[in-house]
């Protein structure tokens, strides 16, 4: 799985990919003032950002977040949002950062800033292992026999949407039990960021399984969404290439992963 990239790589792919958001000054004189960094994240994408046995949130880019506030010199309080209404949050200036598996893309870079990404992926399919030879294209999904499932408001749905004309496509509103909704044969496949169909496959052996595709079928990184500030998203950055040169990333997403 190619998940990681270099430092280097990270910043050139920031650089060109998406441009800095045009900034407002003091956020991140604000955070320091007040003592708090809020942090904004949907608790339901394993192994980003997702809620443990007893409730409280646990996954690599939760214990990312607090590593980033201590850096800042200030705690962190977490902001519940959902796929659905993250930008609509984000806008209303309901947390600072937003992360949790967020995928770089212009919407998103035209409100906020992007740190330096932290994932390098693409969507592939995650099927019942009995079925997994069936889903290996988008042609071989796109059937008006094949249930295709979605959580809402994402780019699951986005490109599910896009891609698929002949394929039902269901909403599934809970991201945390759309994988028992395959499991359980009440559909068929999902087409997801490649690093979820391989954690949702660890976690059910045997009865889902990562499709085998030759390619995923998109390329995408996923970055930090900040509020526009260029002091913010310089320290941001200065953190998060120094975590992934150290190895302090892969550290906690190679735990989260267990």
Same mark, same amino acid.
């Given at each position: 799985?190619?998940?990681?990239?270099?430092?280097?790589?990270?910043?050139a792919?920031?650089?060109?990919?998406?441009?800095?958001?045009?900034?407002?000054?003091?956020?991140?004189? *604000?955070?320091?003032?007040?003592?708090?960094?809020?942090?904004?994240?949907t608790?339901?994408?394993?192994?980003?950002?997702?809620?443990?046995?007893?409730?409280?949130?646990? $996954?690599?880019?939760?214990?990312?977040?607090?590593?980033?506030?201590?850096?800042?010199g200030?705690?962190?309080?977490?902001?519940?949002?959902?796929?659905?209404?993250?930008?609509?949050?984000?806008?209303?200036?309901?947390?600072?950062?937003?992360?949790?598996?967020?995928?770089?893309?212009?919407?998103?870079?035209?409100?906020?800033?992007?740190?330096?990404?932290?994932?390098?992926?693409?969507?592939?399919?995650?099927?019942?292992?009995?079925?997994?030879?069936?889903?290996?294209?988008?042609?071989?999904? &796109?059937?008006?026999? *094949?249930?295709?499932?979605?959580?809402?408001? $994402?780019?699951?749905?986005?490109?599910?949407?896009?891609?698929?004309?002949?394929?039902?496509?269901?909403?599934?509103?809970?991201?945390?039990?759309?994988?028992?909704?395959?499991?359980?044969?009440?559909? &068929? /496949?999902? /087409?997801?960021?490649?690093?979820?169909? &391989?954690?949702?496959?660890?976690?059910?052996p045997?009865?889902?399984?990562?499709?085998?595709?030759? !390619?995923?079928?998109?390329?995408?990184?996923?970055?930090?969404?900040?509020?526009?500030d260029?002091?913010?998203?310089?320290?941001? &950055?200065?953190?998060?290439?120094? !975590?992934?040169?150290s190895?302090?990333?892969? !550290?906690?997403?190679?735990?989260?992963?267990?």
């Amino acid at each position: 799985m190619r998940a990681f990239l270099t430092a280097a790589m990270m910043i050139a792919a920031t650089v060109t990919a998406v441009p800095a958001a045009q900034a407002a000054d003091g956020v991140l004189q *604000t955070i320091r003032q007040a003592g708090v960094i809020r942090v904004g994240t949907t608790g339901d994408y394993k192994p980003f950002s997702y809620k443990g046995a007893d409730g409280a949130l646990v $996954g690599a880019d939760i214990e990312m977040a607090k590593d980033l506030a201590a850096t800042l010199g200030v705690r962190v309080e977490f902001v519940p949002t959902t796929w659905k209404t993250l930008m609509e949050d984000f806008k209303a200036e309901k947390f600072d950062v937003a992360l949790g598996g967020i995928t770089v893309n212009p919407d998103r870079a035209a409100v906020g800033d992007f740190s330096v990404p932290n994932v390098s992926d693409g969507k592939r399919p995650i099927a019942r292992c009995a079925d997994k030879e069936k889903f290996t294209t988008v042609e071989g999904i &796109d059937q008006p026999t *094949t249930r295709v499932v979605v959580n809402p408001g $994402g780019t699951n749905e986005k490109f599910a949407r896009a891609t698929f004309t002949k394929a039902p496509i269901e909403v599934w509103p809970d991201n945390k039990t759309i994988f028992a909704q395959i499991a359980a044969d009440k559909a &068929d /496949v999902m /087409v997801t960021d490649g690093i979820e169909a &391989d954690m949702q496959a660890k976690l059910n052996p045997g009865v889902l399984c990562a499709v085998p595709v030759a !390619a995923p079928f998109t390329h995408f990184d996923n970055a930090y969404l900040l509020r526009k500030d260029p002091e913010l998203k310089a320290s941001v &950055d200065q953190w998060m290439t120094k !975590a992934l040169a150290s190895g302090l990333w892969k !550290a906690k997403l190679d735990a989260a992963m267990q």
